[in-house]
């Protein structure tokens, strides 16, 4: 087996060459730049190869990608990095995976490439990291107790994450590009305030204030459950005034601003606590939840990714765009993250 990772100089494509070693399977390092993608061998590590091509060269990405299994691209964002890349893999005739969370990039992949990735016989899985895979599976999973589904929300915590400068980019990226809507069959810009101001976290006794997010599961998630509204929100306390400041800021500003920061965390830093929890209220009035938590955002991203592709290689799906929860067991992979400090459940609560 042999994977491709795209975008293999960053914080996120280093874990990925890490995990695919670690799992014994072979490694094609790939990028915009030679001497980065050097620099990311690590020192006495042979069993890589490195095959440097821009994104705006698409025949050499053909090239870089060609006799691979697989592509994972890590390069983001993917907003304005991440289509050629797509393309590519598809015209190698290879599966593609990425850590992408951004909604509008998750709508340009579906909407464009599905005929093509068909017609390839590959399966295409953007949003393969450990936000939104964990919670586009856990709407599935809540929703399929109470459905038909008149209100799914998904509500993210994230305690002490340090994230890396292109985790920045990307997150300044989804605010400032608009978000959508999902309603009664249709996609729609959003913009407005969300329906749902406070939540209960788990091991909470109160509600804590939420803000609206635009999370990719708003495009993922109505292509596997039949809901009326999906609705993505965020504890408002992770705006702190620092990010606000930066939402604020020129482009340029933006840049310069994250170029100064450190690549991303280190070792001992990483394992902040997540909680993702969907709620589902059914059409007749019952409602489910359920509640995904992990540790190590960047770990886990690593993990799911290359699991993520061997499953397609091995056991196989169908071609097309699809969404986490289309293209695997949602109970099973989720089970699968288990040992990596992941855990999950869903109840019937009313
Ligand atoms: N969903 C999740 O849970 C999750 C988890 C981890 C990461 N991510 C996402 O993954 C992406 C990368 O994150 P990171 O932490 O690895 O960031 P990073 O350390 O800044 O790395 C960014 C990577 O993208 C490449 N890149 C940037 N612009 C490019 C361009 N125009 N053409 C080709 N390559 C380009 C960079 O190449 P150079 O080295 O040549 O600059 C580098 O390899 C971000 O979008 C982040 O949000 C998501």
């Not at 969300?194 to 635009?214: C, I, L, N, Q």
């Not at 288990?338 to 855990?343: K, L, S, V, Y």
Request: with cysteine; hydrophobic share 40%; net charge negative.
């Amino acid at each position: 087996m042999k994977i491709a990772v795209y975008g293999a100089s960053g914080y996120t494509g280093k874990l990925m060459i890490t995990e695919l070693r670690r799992r014994g399977f072979g490694a094609v390092l790939s990028g915009r730049n030679a001497e980065r993608l050097r620099d990311a061998v690590e020192a006495g590590v042979t069993d890589v190869e490195v095959r440097p091509a821009g994104t705006d060269d698409e025949s050499a990405l053909v090239e870089a990608f060609r006799g691979c299994d697989a592509v994972i691209n890590c390069a983001g964002p993917f907003i304005s990095v991440g289509e050629p890349v797509v393309r590519a893999a598809i015209a190698a005739g290879c599966h593609y995976v990425d850590t992408s969370a951004e909604q509008l990039f998750l709508q340009r992949i579906f909407d464009t490439y599905a005929e093509d990735a068909k017609r390839a016989g590959v399966s295409v899985v953007p949003a393969m990291g450990y936000d939104i895979l964990p919670g586009d599976m856990i709407a599935h999973l809540t929703a399929e107790r109470v459905e038909p589904v008149e209100e799914l929300t998904i509500a993210y915590r994230v305690g002490e994450f340090d994230m890396t400068r292109g985790t920045i980019r990307s997150a300044v990226e989804m605010i400032k590009g608009g978000d959508l809507v999902y309603e009664d069959g249709e996609w729609g810009r959003g913009g407005i305030p969300a329906k749902r101001t406070s939540f209960a976290y788990p091991g909470d006794s109160e509600e804590s204030p939420t803000v609206r997010w635009p999370g990719a599961e708003i495009v993922s998630v109505p292509r596997h459950v039949r809901t009326h509204r999906v609705e993505v929100i965020i504890d408002a306390a992770a705006f702190t005034p620092e990010m606000s400041a930066l939402l604020q800021s020129p482009a340029d500003e933006v840049d310069m601003f994250v170029s100064g920061l450190p690549e991303g965390p280190s070792t001992d830093r990483r394992p902040a606590a997540t909680f993702t929890v969907a709620e589902a209220l059914g059409d007749d009035g019952r409602q489910a939840r359920g509640v995904v938590q992990g540790v190590d955002i960047y770990e886990i991203t690593a993990v799911i990714a290359v699991e993520g592709v061997r499953r397609l290689i091995d056991d196989g799906a169908i071609g097309g765009v699809l969404a986490p929860a289309q293209a695997y067991d949602c109970a099973g992979f989720l089970d699968f993250l288990a040992p990596h400090g992941t855990t999950w459940n869903v109840a019937i609560t009313s």
